[in-house]
């Protein structure tokens, strides 16, 4: 109830938002600990601005999280083929499975369970380390 009242409030304050995982906490109550509870998704350039307008209104400031991949992108990455630094991190696009986990899931019927993590470059689609 209170994501929904502050969602309300941002809005009507013309910043853009939206709830994540609102359904499903309303419908499975014992899936709130698995989800991490109701989110309230801000752009990362607002995220200032609307701390300030919340301790303006209520006294209280959000402790507003920016993407999980932010300390990545602060380490300052580079391509190892083409030295550019629009590099993420994230699974891997090719070779995301090993020799054991194919074995394993082939023996098995199953799909593989394991993926490897990587950096990718988005500039000359290069997988590293």
Known sequence: ME???IRAKLEDSGFACFLADENVATLNP?????IGGVKL???ERDVEAINQLL???SGESL???TSEFAHVEATNVVC????SKNVG???ATKQKHG???IILSFLTFTTPAFAKKCHHCYDCDFEFE
């Open 30 to 34: 014992l899936y709130n600990q698995a």
């Open 3 to 5: 994501a929904n009242i």
């Open 80 to 83: 190892g083929r083409c030295g």
């Open 55 to 57: 301790q303006e209104d």
């Open 41 to 43: 998704v801000v752009f």
């Open 99 to 101: 020799l054991f986990a």
């Open 63 to 65: 402790d507003l999280e």
């Open 89 to 91: 991190f994230g699974l």
